[in-house]
């Protein structure tokens, strides 16, 4: 029979081990050992990159239905909206955020994703600066991403394009917007391209804020 041990090991990683990695565990020969060639083994491990509402909330900004005290727009993973249709949400689907923007709200719509008030859950924009989602709207739309710093200084700026097909956008690199802030507050603005009268609908899976891999 062949002998066997068990081995632990504690690794501390961050952001410059993102990535994939192997190690390897070699254990000593011994007199008399019918074969060396043998005495290692190898696991591979993949670290993703950390996503600040997981880290730092709990709660990753996925969608999930509020079960409690739930807001008109079904979850807990929104603080607030501007410019919405009160009237549209909907929780058809479980985990998926539902809504529509009327046209006169097109250009002054917003969405704050959660974020705790203490300035302990603030976002260190040198470290969570890639922003992704999973969505969808009824017309493709301007994507806006607005924030709120330490100082209470807000600014925004134009960084995608959300088509009329399931996908996800991004990750979209924010790291020269955000060098040096402290991000206190951040919104979504969906601003639909044409002149159509109708109301745009949008559909949000998740939305993803990751560190930046090396």
């Excluded at 068990?6 to 410059?16: K, P, Q, R, V, Y």
């Excluded at 529509?100 to 705790?116: K, Q, W």
């Amino acid at each position: 029979m062949p002998a066997t041990d068990t081995l632990s090991f504690t690794w501390e990683t961050d952001s410059t081990d993102i990535g994939a990695h192997v190690l390897e565990v070699r254990a000593a020969t011994w007199q008399g050992e019918p074969r060396s060639d043998d005495n290692w083994v190898r696991a591979a491990f993949l670290i993703d990159p950390r996503d600040y509402a997981t880290e730092a909330l709990g709660d990753p900004w996925d969608m999930t239905e509020a079960t409690l005290n739930p807001p008109a727009w079904k979850t807990n993973d929104v603080d607030s909206l501007r410019g919405w249709d009160a009237s549209a949400y909907t929780d058809s689907i479980g985990g998926m955020f539902e809504g529509e923007i009327a046209p006169g709200d097109f250009s002054t719509n917003r969405m704050y994703l959660h974020v705790l008030p203490s300035s302990v859950f603030w976002i260190d924009g040198d470290l969570y600066n890639q922003l992704s989602l999973m969505a969808k709207c009824s017309m493709a739309s301007e994507l806006t991403v607005g924030w709120v710093d330490s100082h209470n200084s807000e600014s925004s700026s134009l960084i995608d394009t959300i088509g009329t097909a399931w996908g996800e956008t991004g990750p979209i690199d924010l790291s020269a917007l955000w060098s040096g802030e402290t991000i206190k507050k951040i919104w979504l603005r969906f601003d639909p391209i044409g002149t159509s009268i109708v109301n745009a609908r949008v559909r949000i899976g998740q939305v993803r804020l990751e560190e930046q891999a090396p």
